[in-house]
């Protein structure tokens, strides 16, 4: 500063840049907070329909909380920068020679190690305590919901449907996922030909099917309603029809359809191959030829041959 | 001929020639008898025939072959034959032949950079920036047929369920898009801005191995047709990231991706090698590492991740032609291999390819922000540290791609951990950028405002990367649209617009002429704003529940579906008034813009532009950095026109002065 603008004030009037930044981010970032978590929150995908998904539900809004104010810091120093510090016309100086600064360095790195190693901590925790938080976690799971017995249900998947077994109930085979509220749910996923994977979008359940591999995932149902089920992995021409729409209902319900249904596909279920965690695919499309040549095509406990379904 | 136990020169690029059989220079061939495309053409066509003959005559009775009525072994065979044969045709091998031989190379880099005219950018030539420019209309031409075939997928997804393209087609398609761009893209700044530039900015007068390096261009042309040509086979129905058993055992299309990318890998390692080499080696006397500029510390790092990781894409691509052609089981579970095996091996090199992506971006806007803030860059070794953090880590990640599929459970966490910890240096940019921006004094020039849109894209781009290491939100958000959008916010974004700013700031000193800058600033518009518009939305159809790579969607997802459509018809229209401004301004206008219209301290910026062959007429020695601005007494970037006893010295001994000074010149 010379003496002449000591004199005249000038330097004086520098404004605190750096405060006034804050002071515009601050009610931003509160109040993009306020509304992540209060309005938008309840509403996050994937919802609360099962454990698995509400705990997500949970993780995404914490994420959501904490990257909000980080974007909202960036986005306001960089309109404030640009409305500031744009070049005058006629002002052909160039800016002040600031190569570093190491204290802000400093911070800057602490602050976003602090954050991201938040999250690690938190994301692990969130992924052991709801028993893995609905990812398959391959054929010896280590994080097990507690509270008694959970229901098996195995999905196959093949080119292109989802098939389900039901070992606890004499192994029948069916397209319809039922599934009763309040229980633990246990998926053990395979597939009989290319990797697929078993996406249950209201439970937040997503294992990949790979054939001749078991992949175990975890949930328990606490609502009743509607699961949208589709294949996040691309396996071939029919991938985007490998949907299914599942149910989630009250337990004697889900007895009563469990009961009835392994009376009425009794007759198939003697005829499939005995109930296991994976299957020889070559066995299985034998098996897919002697059904079609008894007359017996379609799940409710056949086997697809490549050429279904038909194109939509 | 007397062996020489003390050569009188240093040895010359092309072998030393011996006294009394120099080369004389005749009148030179006509263009039609000298390598160029045509006869690259001619082999490429002549290999192919040998190749598929020969495969045919191997394999045509093995089992698999009979039954399913296709020749996978012949496919390959002629596709690899080919690309030998186009690589034979355009010259590639001849001066390495002749040398064998014992016998004098005709050519060397500066009497090929002596040379003008077009048709030098049709041959094997020698000068770094010819390849530069071959391979810059190479890679827009490259990211235009990409382009392409992506609006082929949104005109597919306007309606769920009125179907444009049949399912097979359309799984083609995609395949071909998203292989196109992971593909090309990854040498889309280092090839043409990297070996154009990396010289000139490190003040020497050639790079280390310009056969290497013109080898590395001319394998895109041949992985491009190689991919492009699966069309004709049916296209491959398992997208880029070719999940086995799926693409073993998939028809002839999955051919020509696996033989496409092994090419592409292969260009990727020869690329990283001489960079790499060339920054190390051949930077002038006083370009110390902390005086390098970000874009070359970019160039670099960039240069190693492909250099480690390209190699075992390269390993995967033969596993499973071999898998595909003669019985190997590497990743057939049921006769002992595994699925995992391909995934794990594709994204060893699949995870350190997206931040081959990344990084560059990075080093243009370093390099584009001193220069439009009239301020040094704040925070150099921040930024070298977090390009350097980045590679390092991007090696420990992979596995984050892999979180669903059911590997063993305590490997997520670790590599939740990791793919956190990354963003950390991936991080520092953001610092660096908003240090550069405090009391600078922003121009706000088609370059600076590409380099604005890329922090703007990235930041969404990164902070979404953050939602997918999180292990549970992931398995809500794995396979969907979210997955997209994030990587087409950190590539498209963040890459592209690099590059685009890149182009701008840089194509005076490359042609000597200026692109419309008026043009340029209805680009940059309409490609934000549409860029935005398209795929913002996407990370909502995602956490609705719409998966990746699929034809149909639930109806409740059309009006959102329909909205990204247009926008990226639009979005399109804008890179077509990139196109039109780039030809006309190179073509038609051709205003021209000598000197330094940027005001800009680096080196590049110190020659004539376009520069001379040789690029400067003596070495420089290099007195400060590139990004003193600010200060009056900050010495100039380099002196020139260094006297020639200054380098002598610097090499060590009186006596060697002339040599040297001879070999410099």
């Known amino acids: 500063m010379t003496p002449a603008d000591a004199v005249a004030g000038t330097q004086r009037r520098e404004p605190n840049h750096g405060m006034r930044i804050f002071l ?65 016309a006629g002002d052909e100086e160039d800016g002040p020679p600031i190569h570093g600064n190491t204290r802000i360095a400093v911070t800057w790195i602490s602050v976003t ?87 249950a979008y209201q439970l937040g359940v997503k294992a990949d099917a790979n054939p001749g591999v078991n992949n175990v995932a975890f949930t ?42 392994r009376v009425q596909l009794a007759a198939l279920t003697r005829n499939l191959p005995p109930y296991s965690l994976t299957y020889d695919p070559n066995s299985v499309s034998q098996l897919g030829k002697a059904f079609q040549q008894a007359g017996l095509t379609g799940a409710g406990g056949g086997y697809y041959g490549p050429q279904y379904p038909v194109q939509p | 001929m007397a062996i020489d136990l003390q050569p009188d020169k240093p040895q010359q690029p092309g072998g030393h020639v011996p006294s009394g059989r120099e080369p004389q220079p005749g009148a030179p061939r006509a263009w039609w008898g000298r390598p160029a495309i045509h006869t690259g053409i001619a082999g490429a066509v002549l290999g192919y025939f040998v190749g598929h003959w020969l495969g045919n005559l191997i394999a045509s009775n093995y089992q698999q072959v ?63 920036k010819v390849v530069g420019i071959q391979y810059l209309v190479g890679m827009i031409g490259y990211f235009l047929t990409g382009g392409l075939l992506a609006l082929a997928i949104r005109t597919e997804l306007l309606s769920p369920s ?26 889309v700044i280092l090839g043409p801005l990297g070996n154009y530039l990396v010289p000139l900015m490190i003040g020497s007068k050639r790079m280390a191995f310009p056969r290497i390096e013109a080898l590395s261009f001319w394998l895109t042309p ?36 696996a033989v496409a990318f092994g090419i592409m890998g292969i260009s990727l390692i020869l690329l990283a090698f001489n960079l790499i080499v060339t920054i190390t080696c051949y930077r002038a006397p006083g370009m110390r590492w902390s005086r390098l500029p970000i874009f070359v510390w970019s160039n670099l790092t960039t240069g190693f991740l492909m250099l480690l990781a390209a190699p075992v894409l390269v390993g995967a691509m033969y596993m499973m032609i071999t898998d595909r052609t003669v019985q190997t089981a590497f990743f057939t579970d049921d006769l002992g291999g595994s699925s995992y095996l391909w995934q794990n091996l594709f994204w060893f090199f699949g995870h350190p390819e997206v931040y081959i992506l990344a990084l560059p971006g990075f080093g243009i806007v370093c390099e584009i922000l001193p220069v439009f803030c009239r301020k040094p860059l704040f925070g150099y070794r921040v930024a070298a540290a977090g390009m350097v953090g980045v590679t390092l880590l991007s090696f420990f990640v992979w596995q984050h791609h892999l979180f669903d599929s059911g590997i063993d459970p305590d490997m997520r966490p670790v590599f939740m951990l990791t793919t956190e910890l990354i963003s950390i240096p991936t991080g520092f940019i ?119 790579r699929v034809y149909t969607y639930a109806q409740n997802l059309t009006t959102l579906n329909d909205w990204v459509s247009i926008s990226s018809f639009l979005l399109g229209g804008s890179i077509l008034i990139f196109v039109i401004n780039f030809v006309y301004s190179t073509v038609i206008a051709r205003v021209p813009e000598q000197g330094n219209p940027w005001r ?51 090499y060590g001994g009186a006596g060697a002065g002339a040599d040297v000074a001879e070999v410099q010149r």
């Open chain 1, 24 to 88: 515009i981010w601050l009610p931003i970032a509160l109040a993009a907070d306020l509304i992540i978590w209060f309005v938008w929150g309840p509403h996050m995908p994937p919802g609360d329909m099962s454990s698995s998904a509400r705990s997500q539900q949970f993780d995404i809004n914490v994420m959501a909380v904490m990257a909000a104010p980080v974007m909202a810091f960036v986005l306001t120093y960089g309109v404030y920068a640009l409305v500031v510090w744009r070049h005058r």
């Open chain 1, 113 to 199: 190690s602090a954050i991201v190693l938040g999250l690690a901590v938190f994301g692990t925790v969130e992924l052991v305590a709801p028993a893995g938080a609905g990812a398959g976690e391959g054929n010896t799971p280590i994080w097990k919901p507690g509270g008694g017995a959970a229901l098996q249900v195995q999905v196959i998947a093949q080119q292109w449907r989802f098939t389900y077994r039901y070992p606890q109930f004499g192994g029948f085979e069916t397209t319809s996922l039922v599934l009763p509220v309040g229980e633990n749910v246990q998926f053990d996923v395979t597939s009989l030909d290319v990797v697929h994977s078993f996406w």
């Open chain 1, 220 to 261: 328990k149902p606490e609502h009743t309603g509607a699961i949208q089920v589709r294949c996040a992995e691309l396996c071939g021409l029919w991938h985007a029809d490998m949907t299914t729409v599942g149910t989630v209902v009250s337990t004697p319900a889900f007895s009563s359809w469990a009961a009835s249904t």
């Open chain 2, 66 to 128: 009979q039954n399913s009525g296709q020749n996978d072994f012949a496919i390959i065979l002629g596709y690899v034959l080919g690309t030998i044969g186009w690589l034979a045709g355009l010259g590639v091998f001849n001066d390495l032949l002749r040398q064998m031989a014992g016998r004098p190379v005709h050519a060397d880099a500066e009497a090929q950079a002596a040379a003008a005219g077009t048709a030098r950018f049709f041959r094997y030539s020698l000068d770094h």
């Open chain 2, 162 to 187: 009125y179907h444009v393209f049949s399912s097979a087609t359309y799984t083609a398609i995609v395949g071909e898009h998203g292989t196109m761009m992971m593909m090309m893209m990854s040498s």
């Open chain 2, 222 to 257: 041949a992985a491009y047709l190689v991919l492009l040509s699966g069309l004709m086979f049916g296209g491959f129905p398992f997208g880029w990231t070719g999940y086995a058993p799926l693409s073993i055992e998939a028809t002839q299309g999955a051919d020509s991706y």
């Open chain 2, 430 to 548: 953001f610092l660096v950028a908003i240090g550069t921006f405090w009391k600078a004094k922003i121009h706000f020039t088609v370059p600076m405002l590409f380099a604005l849109g890329f922090f703007f894209n990235f930041l969404i781009g990164g902070i979404s990367g953050v939602f997918l290491s999180d292990v549970p939100a992931d398995t809500t958000e794995h396979g969907t649209f979210f997955v997209m959008a994030h990587f087409h916010y950190t590539i498209m974004g963040g890459l592209i617009f690099a590059f685009m700013g890149g182009l701008y700031y840089w194509l005076p000193k490359i042609m000597g002429i200026r692109l419309s800058q008026r043009l340029g600033q209805i680009h940059f518009w309409t490609m934000f704003v549409f860029f935005n518009s398209t795929f913002l939305p996407l990370f909502a159809v995602g956490m609705a529940g719409q998966p990746r």
């Open chain 2, 600 to 650: 800009s301290r680096g080196l590049e910026w110190q020659v004539s532009s376009p520069p001379g062959p040789g690029n400067f007429d003596r070495v420089p020695v290099v007195l400060s950095g590139p990004y003193e601005y600010g200060s009056k007494d900050a010495p100039p970037v380099a002196d020139l026109d260094p006297p020639l006893g200054v380098l002598s010295e610097a």
